[in-house]
Structures are given as structure tokens and as C-alpha cells.
């Protein structure tokens, strides 16, 4: 898919990993509209980027639609979304103290990362479906965010392995879903990147967690994520997987 003159949704879009790819989308012609909640920078980064900012929370499942919808209309059309909104939890299967993990927190993590990401998909993919498609036949790209944890949780992250596990196995088969529309559906698992989620982690604690990698061992950059984000909107054989972006890291148990 070309970049110039398109446009994209970036949910998450005010920090870390999501804006780093909003910035190179914008630095190659494309329109943007960051989607953030009301809280965040996004209102500095789009005007940065000479886009637009529209508060939203993707736990607000009924509300998304109509923000998407102002997104989409403002812009014209929709060609690219990227999706990072989310997080995990903290808590064992059965606790220390021997009770069991809390079925609600569990759910509000499923809600934030599974379900926040299949209803801004099927919202996203509802809009590109009308766009007259490219030569090649692409009407558009969606590329959601999971985790390396979603293969090998650690000790303490069964809610956020859960969710974004199912994230990853969702991607083929949307994809598939999608596939006589010319949408593609694309994730990224990221291993530990040094983003607005990270911040708090002091440096000895970052080493640590990234020596198991294989090269190099520190955390990633949001803008390693970006590059591998353009690249897939780029390329039309990029289908359907879930792609790691991990430096050969393999997360050990705790
Ligand atoms: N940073 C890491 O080490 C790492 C590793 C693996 C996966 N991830 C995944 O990446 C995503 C986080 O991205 P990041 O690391 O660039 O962090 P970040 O905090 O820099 O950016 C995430 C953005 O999402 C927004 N957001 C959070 N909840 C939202 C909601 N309910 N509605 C709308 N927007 C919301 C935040 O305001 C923020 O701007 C998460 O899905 C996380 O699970 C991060």
C-alpha cells in the first residue's frame, strides 16, 4: 500500500510505539488522526504531525464506532489502523495468600486488549471495505499489538497471555475473513521496548529482564517497532501471522 495521500487510525497513537509509527507514516505523505484517551498527549502529537487527535477509551466498545467514524469522515477515508491500546496484570492463577485470581480483573484485561482490539478491527475493516482499491486490489491494513508473553507467559501474567494470545490466534482468521475485501490483518509481539508502559522500570530491572536475549540485549525502541509496522503496510504478502520483534528473546518463567 502507498503512503502518500492515504489515510490511518493510530489507537494508542499518543505515545511509545504507536506515535513512532504515526510520525513515519506522516513523514511520507500520509494523513493521520491519533486516538488516545482524553488524558493523553495526543492533542500535542497530532498537531505535530498536522493530523488530528480524538479522545476515545476502547473499553467505551459502543462508543469507538462513532469516534472512528469523525476519524474516518475528517480524513476522508481509511486505509491503515494500528492498534497498541493496552495492558496486563498482575496476579497468580491462585494467589499467595491462596485465593484464587479475580475473575473481574481477568475480564478487564481480556476486555482492554481482546475485545478493544476485534471491535476497533471490525469497525476499521466496515469503513475500508468502500474504498475504491488499489491496482494491486488492497483497500486496507490493520495491524494489531500483542506480546511475546502471549506464547510464554511468565509467572503472574495468565490474564495478559490469555488476551494477548488470543489476539495472535484471531489474526488469521480475520485475515482470512477479510481477505476478498483486500484488508490485511497483521499482528506484532513485541518483547520488553522502552516505552510510556515501561517508564517506571528502573535500568538494573531492564537489563535483567532483556539478558536472555539472543542480540542485542537491551529493550527495543518504538521506532523498531514503527519500521516493522510500515513494512508491513508496505508489503502486500504480509498476511495473517503474528510477527515477533524480539532480538531472539525467549521469556524465561519469572
Ligand atoms: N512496551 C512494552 O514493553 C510492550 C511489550 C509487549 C507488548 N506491549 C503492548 O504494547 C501496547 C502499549 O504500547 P506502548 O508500549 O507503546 O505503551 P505506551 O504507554 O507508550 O502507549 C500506549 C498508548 O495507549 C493508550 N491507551 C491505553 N489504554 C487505552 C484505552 N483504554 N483507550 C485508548 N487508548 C489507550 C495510552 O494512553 C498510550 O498513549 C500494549 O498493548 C502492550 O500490551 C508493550
Same mark, same amino acid.
Given at each position: ?7 490511518a487510525i493510530?489507537?494508542?497513537? *499518543?505515545?511509545?510505539?504507536c506515535?513512532?509509527t504515526?510520525?513515519?507514516f506522516?513523514?511520507?505523505?500520509g494523513?493521520? %488522526?491519533? &486516538?488516545d484517551?482524553?488524558? +493523553?498527549?495526543?492533542a500535542?502529537?497530532a =498537531?505535530? &504531525?498536522?493530523?488530528i ?7 467505551d466498545f !459502543?462508543?469507538?464506532?462513532?469516534v ?5 469522515k475528517?480524513?476522508?477515508? &481509511? ?10 496484570g498482575?496476579q ?9 485470581h479475580?475473575l473481574?480483573d481477568?475480564?478487564r484485561?481480556? !476486555? ?9 478491527n471490525?469497525?476499521? *475493516? ?5 474504498k475504491?482499491?488499489n ?5 486496507g491494513?490493520?495491524i494489531n499489538?500483542?506480546?511475546i @508473553?502471549a506464547?510464554?507467559?511468565q ?6 497471555? *490469555? %488476551? =494477548?494470545?488470543?489476539?495472535? *490466534? #484471531?489474526?488469521l ?5 477479510l481477505? +476478498? ?14 516505552t510510556? &508502559?515501561t517508564?517506571?522500570?528502573?535500568e538494573?530491572?531492564?537489563?535483567n529482564?532483556?539478558?536472555? @536475549? @539472543?542480540?542485542?540485549?537491551?529493550m527495543?525502541?518504538? !521506532?523498531?517497532f514503527?519500521?516493522? @509496522?510500515?513494512?508491513?503496510?508496505e508489503?502486500?504478502? #504480509?498476511?495473517? +501471522? ?13
Amino acid at each position: 500500500m502507498e503512503i502518500s495521500g492515504n489515510n490511518a487510525i493510530f489507537v494508542g497513537g *499518543a505515545s511509545g510505539m504507536c506515535r513512532a509509527t504515526a510520525i513515519r507514516f506522516a513523514e511520507k505523505g500520509g494523513k493521520v %488522526a491519533i &486516538l488516545d484517551l482524553e488524558s +493523553s498527549d495526543g492533542a500535542s502529537v497530532a =498537531k505535530e &504531525l498536522n493530523g488530528i487527535f480524538l479522545p476515545c477509551n476502547v473499553m467505551d466498545f !459502543d462508543g469507538m464506532a462513532g469516534v472512528m467514524d469523525e476519524a474516518v469522515k475528517a480524513m476522508g477515508g &481509511l486505509h491503515f489502523m494500528v492498534n497498541t491500546a493496552g495492558g496486563g496484570g498482575a496476579q497468580k492463577t491462585v494467589k499467595r495468600d491462596g485465593v484464587r485470581h479475580s475473575l473481574a480483573d481477568f475480564r478487564r484485561v481480556i !476486555d482492554l486488549n481482546l475485545i478493544g482490539s476485534f471491535n476497533i478491527n471490525s469497525i476499521a *475493516a466496515e469503513h475500508m471495505q468502500h474504498k475504491e482499491p488499489n491496482e494491486s486490489g488492497e483497500r486496507g491494513v490493520m495491524i494489531n499489538t500483542a506480546s511475546i @508473553a502471549a506464547f510464554e507467559g511468565q509467572i503472574g501474567q495468565v490474564s495478559y497471555t *490469555a %488476551a =494477548k494470545g488470543g489476539i495472535a *490466534a #484471531m489474526t488469521l482468521t480475520m485475515a482470512r475473513d477479510l481477505g +476478498s475485501l483486500g484488508i490485511r490483518c497483521m499482528t506484532i509481539a513485541p518483547s520488553l521496548f522502552d516505552t510510556g &508502559l515501561t517508564a517506571g522500570i528502573p535500568e538494573e530491572a531492564s537489563q535483567n529482564m532483556t539478558k536472555g @536475549a @539472543a542480540f542485542p540485549r537491551r529493550m527495543g525502541k518504538p !521506532d523498531e517497532f514503527a519500521i516493522m @509496522a510500515i513494512s508491513i503496510y508496505e508489503c502486500a504478502m #504480509m498476511n495473517g +501471522s503474528t510477527l515477533r520483534i524480539d532480538g531472539g528473546q525467549r521469556f524465561a518463567p519469572r
